[in-house]
């Protein structure tokens, strides 16, 4: 089901952590997502288009797709404007509220408000307005950014700048009286959404290019952005183009903003050169310690994390349920698949006593589905986990691997949506989700641990499942003949390893909260990687989620 593959490496990380980006949020009123090597592409393919010229998603298909047959050349940093160089003053230039764009409209559900040049991000982006179908290219001055004092003699009185370093959305979302911010784009293919109530966490982007391989990771960027409030009345659609050293593509967001907010993207992808591994729908998170692994960090709150788990929906029904790791080394897992009903990383720990974070209030933070827009055929869903010492870093990363590499010359398209909200498993639903994984040292309580041996607990809630009584678990016993072998329990536990070996596996139900317990220990080797899988069964079925989870005995 699952192959691991820890040898590989990732490119370090930028000095920016994500402590930082949390900070700067505060400063610029929108938590921001930033990455290694923001490497800035654009040829004359995607220049800014002049007002008035039309504008179609067929249109700027056709401009990447003639962008990818030329050799890539890097846009250039302007020189002839202010821009802060450094994190301390990047964060001291804010967008003035009264040159929020939209802002005058009557009615309008949007809201627009730029992030300025500078910083890690020097080369400009282009934005543009599309209105009755022709694009209109939004101007941005030094009269829209408010400078701290410090550094307002520095700059120019209305002077027009070449572009803007990206942008984010207000919206009515959780009141209809207030402008919320909804979505921002900075950095590379970056972008992050929120739903009803949400707080910013996780992220998407575009595209991964060769991400923990043994080749350098490359980030295309998006270099411009074509917005129209019209085409799809109630909604935002962002058109967007991506380019790169070995690809160029064109992007069409449409955003519904609610409980959760959904985004159907569909992208147009163009590769100029090979690619070892194209990543389709990437996430990116944080997952630093929960209870599994709380003994490793000093810290007073309970848990760390944006995301707990990653969720796969097979076209068999069968769900997966892979709770995140902050591993001692790079892990990769690959989750084959034929037909992908959704995929995604989840936060499903909700309450505020799970954290005790009262500041990043990580029972806030989003989940975020990828559901596919027709049929993807073969591939796998990649998980990437690198060990982190900080929730500075974000260190989780999954997206969709296609079957057939990407080659020079291919035209690719993918269709799906994105859903950002709550995204809580149904307890009525037909199985039982997994609530909550613990470990710790194996063998019997209030002994000596056996060695190289651990403890893996899981709490199965809801389904058919919670309906059953607690002897459904135990073996019935022949009621005409006490000597007599007892029967097969009605559900048991269905618990494989791969690299170690499963000892003693019970289940039974807990009078106290209804869920259903699964227990068992592990025996692996010294440094031994072991893949687990366990789930519920009954009744010619699986009753639960396939449990799956990975240990290194470090």
Request: with cysteine; proline share 7%; charged share 25%.
């Amino acid at each position: 089901m699952t192959m691991s593959d820890p040898e590989t490496s990732l490119t370090p990380e930028t000095s920016l952590t994500r402590r930082q980006a949390l900070t700067l949020a505060a400063a610029l009123g929108a938590t921001v997502s930033v990455r290694p090597h923001l490497a800035a592409a654009q040829d004359d393919a995607t220049a800014p288009q002049q007002a008035g010229e039309p504008f179609s998603f067929d249109a700027l298909t056709d401009r990447m797709r003639e962008a990818a047959g030329t050799a890539f050349e890097a846009r250039p940093v302007p020189e002839d404007y202010f821009r802060p160089e450094s994190y301390d003053d990047y964060r001291k230039v804010r967008f003035r509220e009264s040159r929020t764009r939209w802002a005058q409209d009557e009615d309008a559900r949007y809201r627009l408000q730029a992030f300025p040049l500078g910083w890690l991000f020097e080369r400009p982006v282009k934005l543009h307005e599309v209105v009755d179908g022709e694009a209109r290219e939004m101007t941005f001055t030094t009269e829209d950014f408010r400078y701290a004092d410090e550094l307002s003699d520095q700059v120019d009185a209305n002077h027009e700048l070449p572009g803007v370093a990206g942008f984010r959305l207000n919206t009515p979302l959780n009141r209809p009286d207030h402008y919320d911010e909804l979505v921002s784009f900075l950095g590379a293919s970056y972008f992050r959404a929120l739903g009803r109530h949400s707080v910013y966490g996780l992220s998407a982007r575009g595209v991964a290019i060769d991400t923990a391989t043994r080749r350098p990771e490359e980030f295309p960027d998006f270099t411009a952005f074509w917005l129209d409030r019209q085409v799809n009345p109630g909604a935002m659609t962002i058109y967007a183009a991506l380019d790169g050293p070995s690809i160029a593509g064109a992007y069409r967001i449409v955003i519904r903003p609610g409980a959760t907010t959904e985004m159907d993207v569909t992208a147009r992808l163009f590769p100029r050169t090979e690619i070892g591994q194209l990543g389709i729908a990437p996430l990116t998170s944080m997952f630093l310690y929960s209870a599994r692994n709380r003994s490793d960090f000093d810290d007073y709150r309970p848990a760390v994390h944006d995301s707990d788990g990653l969720l796969i929906e097979r076209s068999d029904g069968d769900i997966l349920w892979r709770p995140l790791n902050n591993p001692p080394r790079l892990t990769g897992s690959y989750f084959s698949e034929t037909s992908l009903r959704r995929f995604g990383l989840h936060q499903r720990s909700r309450s505020f006593e799970d954290f005790e974070d009262d500041g990043a209030r990580y029972d806030r933070r989003p989940s975020l589905d990828v559901t596919p827009q027709g049929d993807w055929g073969k591939g796998v869903v990649r998980l990437i986990e690198i060990p982190t010492e900080t929730e500075a870093n974000d260190n989780i990363v999954a997206f969709w691997i296609p079957e057939i590499p990407a080659a020079a010359g291919d035209e690719l398209e993918f269709a799906y949506r994105l859903s950002w909200g709550d995204l809580p498993p149904e307890r009525d639903q037909t199985l039982a989700f997994a609530e909550a994984t613990h470990a710790g040292a194996g063998g019997v309580a209030g002994v000596e641990s056996p060695e190289n041996t651990r403890k893996f607990v899981i709490d199965f809630v809801g389904g058919m499942l919670a309906d059953l009584p607690p002897e459904a678990a135990e073996p019935p016993r022949a009621e005409d003949d006490a000597a007599a072998p007892p029967g097969e329990p009605a559900i048991r536990p269905v618990v494989n390893a791969q690299g170690g070996e499963i000892r003693e596996a019970t289940l039974h139900r807990l009078e106290e909260t209804g869920a259903w317990r699964l227990a068992f220990d592990v025996e692996a080797p010294a440094d031994e990687l072991v893949e687990m899988s366990a789930h519920v069964a009954g009744f010619g079925k699986k009753l639960s989620e396939v449990w799956l989870c990975q240990w290194i005995n470090a």
